[in-house]
């Protein structure tokens, strides 16, 4: 389940009940979970920039790595917290 909250910001609901914010800041798209590499929620969020503000979407969570080129774009990917990915 994902949730677009704001113009750069999502919540994103794992299928164990975790919640995470995904979000854009001056240093790049981050996400608040443990994982220092591109995580799941953060290429979930990413894949789904086609939604509208407040509108919230059931997706499976986005693990296929292949396309990550392709989600970070020119705005870059800069984790600013995390160990590992849970
Ligand atoms: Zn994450």
């Known amino acids: 389940m994902i ?16 919640s ?16 220092r590499v591109f995580c799941k929620h953060l290429r979930t969020a990413l894949a789904n ?7 919230m ?3 499976a969570a986005l693990t296929d790595k292949s396309n990550d080129a392709t989600l970070l ?6 984790a600013w917290a995390g160990q590992e990915e849970g």
């Open 20 to 35: 995470y914010k995904v979000a854009r800041t001056s240093k790049g798209w981050g996400c608040m979970c443990q994982a």
């Open 73 to 78: 774009g020119s705005d870059g990917f800069d």
């Open 57 to 59: 979407r059931t997706v």
């Open 3 to 18: 949730t677009r909250t704001g113009e750069v910001t999502y919540d994103v609901l794992s299928s164990s009940g975790g």
């Open 49 to 55: 920039r086609d939604m509208v503000v407040g509108c």
